[in-house]
Every structure is written in C-alpha cells, then in structure tokens.
C-alpha cells in the first residue's frame, strides 16, 4: 500500500489474533465480502446476518481471520489477489 500512497487508518499486529466473532462483525458493518485464495476470488454480497459460508470462507484452517484482511468503505477485502486489490482501491 506505501507503494500507492495509501496509509491504513488502522493495523493490527498479527500478534493479535482475530477469531470468528471478529469476522462475524466485520461482514455484519459491510455491504460486500471479497474473499481471494490464490486466484480464486469470490464475492458475497450481504443482507442482514452473514452465512456460516461467508464466514467459513473469511477464516483460515486455524480458525482464525485470513490475512491479509482489508475494509475499504463499506466492502471487506479477505486474503490477497492484485487486480481485487485495484479494482476496490481504484488504483
């Protein structure tokens, strides 16, 4: 993101580990989840309650929020893949 000029308005260390709960409540404040596991890039749009499959998609095998882990207004980036990274940045 330094490359772009862009500064995250918050980080968290990866020290702190976030669980289930934590991307319950991140899909719950989003519109849409985008989730990218190697170049497979998925898309949930959200109504309400996120489904147990946009969650199990958010975690990795340790039951732990995917890094990295993006929220860019009102969308949720999960796991890295370049061109969803500029099409949500708009770079």
């Not at 490359?3 to 260390?13: D, F, I, Q, R, Y």
């Not at 985008?34 to 309400?48: E, S």
């Not at 990795?60 to 949500?88: D, W």
Request: proline share 7%.
């Amino acid at each position: 993101m330094d490359a772009s000029g862009l500064t995250p308005k918050e980080s968290v260390p990866a020290s702190r580990k976030l669980g289930r709960e934590d991307a319950i409540d991140l899909a719950k404040s989003a519109n849409k989840v985008i989730v990218a596991k190697g170049k497979k890039v998925d898309q949930f749009p959200i109504k309400g309650t996120p489904t147990d499959e946009v969650i199990g998609a958010m975690l990795g095998p340790t039951g732990n929020l995917r890094a990295p882990t993006m929220r860019v207004g009102k969308t949720i980036v999960v796991g890295f893949n370049e061109e969803q990274y500029q099409t949500v940045l708009k770079l």
